[in-house]
């Protein structure tokens, strides 16, 4: 098992960039696939973006490609979503997941940070 804290949050103005942090518990977390998602106000949880374990393999929503990136660094424990280029529609709150394999599903993670909200002002 695996527990799920994200950082990183806040308010930015619409161009800013903002830089995301999940640190998970334990010793496995390696083995997991990881993954960003996020929820609008009023909006349904939508995939962000996901790495392999071994980070070699990313995905990214249409809507954040060229913008964000993911990144881990599996000697911290820790997964990263760089966001760049920001805007007023990025706003919601964003979750860490770990799961057995890296995909847009939410059905594919089996582990759920909290969450940490991203406001973008315009």
């Known amino acids: 098992q695996v527990q799920l804290v994200e950082s990183g949050g806040g308010l930015v103005q619409a161009g800013g960039s903002l830089r995301l942090s999940c640190a998970a518990s334990?010793?496995?977390?390696?083995?997991?696939?990881m993954g960003w998602f996020r929820q609008g106000p009023g909006k349904e949880r939508e995939f962000v973006a996901s790495?392999?374990?071994?980070?070699?393999?990313?995905f990214f929503a249409a809507s954040v490609k060229g913008r964000f990136t993911i990144s881990r660094d599996n000697t911290k424990n820790t997964v990263y979503l760089q966001m760049n280029s920001l805007k007023p529609e990025d706003t919601a709150v964003y979750y860490c997941a770990a799961g057995d394999y890296s995909g847009v599903a939410i059905t594919l993670y089996a582990y759920w940070g909290q969450g940490t909200q991203v406001t973008v002002s315009s």
């Open positions: 790495t392999s374990w071994s980070g070699d393999t990313t």
């Open positions: 334990g010793r496995t977390f390696r083995r997991y696939a």
